[in-house]
């Protein structure tokens, strides 16, 4: 079993910045890839982030090139999302998930059913 806590969403302006963290714990050996997704109310689940935790390969959506990074601390089990030029449209439920691929496009590493671990998720609110 894998946990995942999530930690850093927050109320902020557009234009602003936050900083989400995912700790993992459990057999985290399971799973080689984190990802970080995001939910607003009445849409689907949509990825936003993803990385190899071996390899440290990134992915990202469309969305949020440029302006998000991902990142992990090993040491630390924990994976970073650094959201700077937020927008409204950024506003959202945000979950860490872990899974395992053998590889994968953006295709396949940012459908929500590839995952086999969640976290609660964590509130992220972008004012205009």
């Known amino acids: 079993q894998v946990q995942l806590v999530e930690s850093g969403g927050g109320s902020v302006q557009a234009g602003g910045s936050l900083r989400l963290s995912c700790a993992a714990s459990?057999?985290?050996?399971?799973?080689?890839?984190l990802g970080w997704f995001r939910q607003a109310p009445g849409k689907e689940r949509e990825g936003v982030a993803i990385?190899?935790?071996?390899?440290?390969?990134?992915y990202y959506a469309d969305s949020v090139k440029g302006r998000f990074t991902i990142s992990q601390d090993k040491a630390k089990n924990t994976v970073y999302l650094q959201m700077n030029s937020l927008t409204p449209a950024d506003t959202a439920m945000y979950f860490c998930?872990?899974?395992?691929?053998?590889?994968?496009?953006?295709?396949?590493?940012?459908?929500?059913?590839?995952?086999?671990?969640w976290g609660q998720g964590t509130q992220v609110t972008v004012s205009s």
């Open positions: 998930a872990a899974g395992t691929f053998s590889y994968g496009s953006w295709y396949q590493l940012s459908n929500p059913a590839k995952y086999n671990y």
């Open positions: 459990g057999y985290t050996g399971s799973s080689n890839a």
């Open positions: 990385i190899y935790t071996g390899g440290g390969a990134t």
